[in-house]
């Protein structure tokens, strides 16, 4: 027999007892089969690893005895030679010889001595891990970074494998076919808008003969390619989001405005060069960087990229955007290009400075920074840069958590008119003016006296 729930439970408590450190070793022969074990124990680091060493040698026992105790009562009260042999070698775990438990079957606790050595019980098993998890000095965001690119990976391919061939058919359009209009010339009408969305499409070669089509969804099917889109020249509107598209490159469209890639697997944002695209989603795909996207999106205004995988705005040269909404960053740059943009919204991102912002951002009025990492009011004194600044969200950042918290940033932002969407009252504006002078003639004291100090 295998390793049982209630043994899982025991090694997991054993554990704990002993720092919760030993789940470091743990992980590599727990990897698979254990999760949640294998993610915790991911997140140790060599700093850890003296630890180890010295929590596995107290561990080596507590293990002992509860394989040695378990499997030695198991023998007792079934009759049975102990448990299955090469059971623990499924999990690969670290810990110390299982001796006899008191009156339990003999070749049960041989059994157990045997699982102990193939598992490496000794304490050289123990060091021989911390040195290796020194050796690979793998941070946590790699290994997390990691195993969600195997989980995504192992996803994608479930679902192309799972892909049954279902071509659009005369029917579907019969039902998805809407909105009679004339044509372009005036001389005819046409259906103009066509809607399949849960249909499971994954072919809409159908669709080449419909070139009149303004408005097309095709959402929440099966569908990788997007080639047969490519006639329907007279086309303003396109969502195909909750598809399988791994890239959002289509041939140019010259009257397409609106366009939803929102929940695939697109991993940049190279080919979309329509010349009239005002507003793109790309919501809640697998995209790194926005270096490939164009720059010859004049007309793009909106542009939402949260739930991605992006960790910098390097590489956002859109002159014309005016709206752009992003998570996961780490850092700004880049930012100077963008003289149009109003609102930016950087909510539930991992900023813990805010360099970056320039003089040249002149049209910004609102910036959300919800729940980041802005921990001083230094960091948001650097937001002075921005002339136009109306309205700012800083909830759920630790300086949110200071004394006097909207006063103070009213003294650095005079010119803001709403704090985490609460405007400011007068008298608050007229305290802070006061506390604003006061500080400035401090200042000039200061600067003084430093100055009679350099002559003298």
Known sequence: MGFTTENDRALRLGAASHGNQVGGLLADGWRGKEPSVARFAQRGTAALCVQLREAGRGFQGALARTLGGKYGKTGENTGKSGPRPGAAGQHGCYGGGAGPAPGSHGSAAAAARRRGSRCGLASSGWEAGAVRMEEEELS????????????????????????VPCPLTEEMLKEGLSLLCKTGNGLAHAYVKFEAKYKDLTDISLLECF????????????????????SLTHLLW???????????????????????????????????????????????????????????????????????????????????LKNLYLNAIRSLEGLEALEQLTTLHLRDNQLETLDGFCSSMKCL???NLRNNGISTFQEVAKLQVLPMLQALVLLDNPCSDEPNYRLEVLVLLPRLERLDKESFEQDER???????????????????????DMTE
């Open 140 to 163: 946590e965001e790699e290994h997390l970074r990691q195993e969600e690119e195997e989980e995504a990976l192992s996803e994608q391919e479930e679902e192309e494998q799972a892909l």
């Open 211 to 230: 070139i009149h089509l303004r408005y097309v969804d095709l959402s929440e099917n099966k569908l990788q390619d997007l080639s047969p889109l490519s």
């Open 238 to 320: 396109l969502k195909v989001d909750g598809n399988l598209l791994t890239s959002a490159r289509m041939q140019e469209l010259p009257y397409l405005q609106i366009i939803s890639f929102a929940h695939n697997h697109i991993k940049d944002m190279e080919g979309i060069t329509h010349p009239c695209l005002a507003n793109l989603s790309l919501k809640g795909n697998k995209i790194r960087t926005a270096l490939g996207l164009s720059q010859a999106l004049f007309s793009l205004h909106n542009l939402e990229l949260r739930g991605n995988k992006l960790e910098s705005t390097a590489g956002f040269n859109l002159p014309k």
């Open 365 to 367: 009025r609102y910036l």
């Open 430 to 452: 007229a305290e802070a003016n006061e506390i604003r002078q006061k500080r400035q003639e401090e200042e000039k004291e200061t600067e003084g006296s430093l100055q009679g």
